[in-house]
């Protein structure tokens, strides 16, 4: 073989080879967001994209605090959407309903209620939104979720949470009208109807 014809063949494969290569990256960045999609999982755009729409003009810090769950948690499998109401002097109550979503099961109503115990006093009305990790099924969301409100990360008037059940992590974003100082720990109590008990 000549040496000009080897050189021929030696370039060929190595344009083959970054064919090859090319289309494996092409394959993986195409296949990524495809299996997100596939386990049902939400992007942050889309998250911020439905804050922005539910809390409106008030969400100035949403972005930042959204990055911030992402951060530490990954992608969420849900979204809840809802109003609550609180208020506590030492010992506090909360109550709350909205809707949760999901890319892989529909959306479900659903309800919350806790009581809380602390140094802890005021009150606030909230829009706020729960993102939701882990969630096996819609049926899994309906149990009693355990935080301490006064770890909560709070940055341009809305504040992040962290609630845990056993392996589902519910994250509260919450921005609303009203004045409560302190801490105080508790827990919420998700429901598929509304109750007055907080127990």
Known sequence: MKEGE???????????????VT??????????????QQNGQ????????AGHGFFGSTSGGLAKV??????????????????????????????GEGTLNTKNAGQHSVFWQGPSLGLDWGG?????????????DVNSLYERYGG???SAYVIAGVGMQVNVN?????????TGVGARLGINAGYLKLTREPTWNPF
């Open 6 to 20: 080897r050189d021929m063949g030696v370039s060929n494969l190595v344009t083959i080879a970054l064919r090859i």
């Open 23 to 36: 289309a494996a990256i092409l394959a993986l960045f195409t296949v990524l967001p495809a299996q997100a």
């Open 42 to 49: 939400y992007s942050m755009q889309e998250i911020v994209d």
């Open 66 to 95: 959204v990055e911030r769950a992402f951060e530490s948690y990954g992608l969420p499998n849900g979204y809840i959407l809802g109003q609550e109401g609180s208020g506590a002097f030492v010992a506090g109550l909360t109550y």
């Open 124 to 136: 606030q009305g909230s829009r706020t939104m729960m993102l939701v990790y882990n969630l096996p």
């Open 148 to 150: 301490v409100s006064g």
């Open 166 to 174: 056993r392996d589902v992590v519910l994250v509260p974003i919450r």
